[in-house]
């Protein structure tokens, strides 16, 4: 059974810094996803990872992975205010779309 | 792109009432959906995998008595609280996916028992 962690539960950072969200997950997944959710709202999908090494970047954040370390990243850059949110990975087997979803990290951005 | 809608967005019911929450898939077929709890601050939770015209599959530890899923058709999914208590009080997500296309999620309903 795919066990998803993320660390850390909770973050606090100011506007401009840098900091890494990571996700680690237990068994073998052949895609892994993160998504953003802003209190109240669904889930907004972020990125989709399919393969080792595989990095995508959509403005600050940076997501990527290593399929042999079972770990995945967020990496936040120079962050501003509009950032706030919960961040959700997710990983599952191909051909099946049950996801398993991480514990979330509450990002807080202090201006 | 594709957009799931669900309904409605927010709803109180009394203890002991049931509550028909809807998933529809607007601009695609989806021959599967997906219903996912979600408590405050907490994480997502599959709660049962939804396939049109057929039985859905619960996860471990769902009453399938309490919580009614049907699919009826290739757009539409329903879940029904049924005998809903406070406890039942959640954030219900759904998703959807046409074939070889990614997941889309719901707006999500959130549920109030008193």
């Known amino acids: 059974e795919l066990k998803v962690e993320q660390n850390p539960l909770f973050l606090s950072m100011q506007e401009g810094k840098n900091y890494t969200i990571y996700c680690n997950y237990s068994t073998t997944s052949d895609r892994l996803y993160w998504y953003r959710q802003d209190p109240g709202k669904s889930l907004e999908s972020l990125f989709v990872l399919l393969s080792n090494g595989a990095v995508k970047q959509e403005g600050r954040l940076m997501a990527s992975l290593d399929t042999k370390a079972r770990l995945s990243t967020l990496h936040i850059t120079a962050a501003v205010h509009d950032l706030s949110a919960t961040y959700f990975c997710a990983g599952g087997p191909f051909g099946n779309e049950k996801l398993t979803f991480g514990t979330g990290t509450r990002l807080t951005i202090i201006p | 792109g594709a957009v799931v809608s669900q309904h409605p967005s927010w709803v109180i019911c009394k203890s002991g009432t049931s509550v028909k929450i809807e998933c529809r898939s607007l601009?695609?077929?989806?021959?599967?959906m997906f219903w996912y709890r979600q408590f405050p601050k907490q994480s997502l939770m599959l709660m049962a995998t939804?396939?049109?015209?057929?039985?859905?599959?619960?996860e471990q530890g769902v009453e399938k008595d309490k919580f009614l899923i049907n699919h009826a058709s290739l757009t539409l999914s329903t879940l029904t609280v049924t005998s809903a208590h406070p406890e039942d009080s959640s954030f219900y997500i759904c998703s959807a996916r046409a074939a070889s296309s990614p997941l889309h999620f719901g707006n999500g309903t959130r549920l109030t028992v008193t």
């Open positions: 939804s396939n049109e015209g057929s039985k859905a599959t619960y």
């Open positions: 601009d695609f077929q989806a021959t599967t």
